[in-house]
């Protein structure tokens, strides 16, 4: 079954504390895209990546880190530098510039 | 600049009835328009794309859109409401520019009345 996959489902965070998010997709795309999702908002452009090794921060992207050492996969670290990190986060994927396909999502609580 | 307005936060229809969830861009370029439908605490589900074929749309569970030009405007409807239409919609735009960027209208959240 291809598809992209995000774990945990869930997360929390302590003060001063990095977590990762995880995204994984076996539908041999090329680029990935990681989203913040906020109440009322649109979702915002945190990182994206059209090939291995090489990725571009987007709109919002101070506070967190990428990396992309697999096609298949693109995880993102939210950083103790991002002061307000409880959001959704939604990765995807496309083939090069086409239509992005979403993962089911990461919802970051803060303790 | 590139942009997308959802015109309502919220919309609320009687099921059975029709939906009407309006959306209008502006670009300097041509665009690429999608519809996607979140239910609550899941992913982004594509319901249609526009990608400058056929100006009517269809798409999944019975929706489709009508890319207007003169208009700037790609409304989402549905000409009967059922209860699990209930969800938030997005109007998306990307513009065939060589980016990869999408950009996304605010949401249109639909209520579906018994």
């Known amino acids: 079954d291809g598809g992209i996959t995000q774990s945990p489902k869930y997360l929390f965070r302590k003060e001063g504390q990095n977590v990762t998010l995880s995204c994984e997709q076996n539908l041999n795309h090329d680029a990935m895209y990681w989203y913040r999702q906020d109440p009322g908002q649109g979702l915002r452009l945190i990182y994206y990546s059209q090939i291995v090794n090489d990725f571009q921060k987007g709109d919002i992207a101070e506070g967190y880190s990428v990396s992309r050492e697999k096609k298949e996969s693109f995880p993102l670290t939210v950083t103790s530098a991002q002061k307000n990190p409880t959001a959704f986060y939604l990765c995807?994927?496309?083939?090069?510039?086409?239509?992005?396909?979403f993962g089911p999502g990461t919802r970051l609580l803060v303790l | 600049a590139q942009s997308v307005t959802q015109l309502d936060s919220h919309v609320s229809v009687s099921e059975g009835t029709p939906v009407l969830l309006r959306c209008n861009y502006s670009?300097?370029?041509?665009?690429?328009l999608f519809w996607y439908v979140q239910h609550p605490n899941k992913g982004l589900q594509l319901l249609l794309k526009?990608?400058?074929?056929?100006?009517l749309v269809k798409g999944i569970n019975g929706f489709e859109a009508e890319f207007k030009k003169s208009e700037t405007s790609f409304h989402l409807t549905k000409p009967s409401a059922h209860m699990s239409d209930a969800a938030e919609y997005f109007c998306v735009v990307s513009f065939t520019s060589g980016t990869y960027k999408y950009i996304f209208g605010t949401g249109t959240r639909l209520k579906v009345l018994a």
């Open positions: 526009y990608t400058s074929a056929a100006t």
């Open positions: 995807a994927s496309s083939r090069a510039s086409e239509t992005q396909y």
């Open positions: 670009s300097s370029y041509s665009p690429s």
